[in-house]
């Protein structure tokens, strides 16, 4: 696989995980579905992932960028699975509404999983990195969208998470956005 097609894929794969973030943040501010500390976590898992895509991006492909993507597909897909077991036992609910079959939790494992997977299968194209990669220039077109979305979103989830969880400890079933709370 060249370096081309390679950056382009991993452009695609960025906008993937922009648009994952968009949907959970859709949730979020439209619906008023306020996530949880361990979504907060998944987000944060995504992002890491994320990343490790933007630096192939920016950079061009190396084996550690993928690394860092696969480590933070690996810790999304964790916290996902830690939410699924806490709410498979019968009588002890769910969190949000389902999408299209399953709650969001499944499908950010599921999506985690795909990271590690396109992740791994990435790096089987090795002539990606033996091609000398001369400074990246300006990002252009796809990869230009792709980074500044994924930007955008960080920083949005960032700002939110400060503002849900305050200066404290996340709530566990968040009502309200803590930082914007008047003390009696």
Not at 156 to 162: G, R
Request: aromatic content about 10%; glycine content about 12%.
């Amino acid at each position: 696989m060249s370096a081309e097609l390679s950056k382009l894929l991993n452009a695609l794969g960025l906008l993937a995980i922009g648009t994952v973030l968009t949907m959970a943040f859709i949730d979020q501010v439209w619906f008023g579905e306020l996530p949880c500390p361990l979504c907060i976590l998944q987000r944060a898992g995504l992002i890491a992932a994320g990343c490790g895509i933007a630096l192939n991006v920016v950079f061009g492909p190396k084996p550690s960028h993928y690394g860092i993507a696969i480590i933070g597909g690996i810790a999304s897909a964790a916290i996902s699975m830690r939410q699924i077991l806490l709410h498979i036992v019968p009588g002890t609910g769910f969190y949000g509404p389902p999408v299209w079959g399953m709650h969001l939790y499944t499908w950010a494992f599921l999506f985690a999983v795909a990271i590690v997977l396109g992740s791994g299968i990435m790096l089987l194209g090795d002539r990606q990195f033996s091609q000398v990669q001369a400074g990246s220039g300006r990002l252009k077109g796809l990869s230009l969208i792709a980074i500044l979305l994924f930007f955008v979103l960080t920083v949005a989830n960032i700002f939110s998470t400060v503002a849900l969880c305050g200066t404290g400890l996340c709530p566990d079933n968040p009502e309200n956005y803590e930082l914007f709370q008047l003390n009696d």
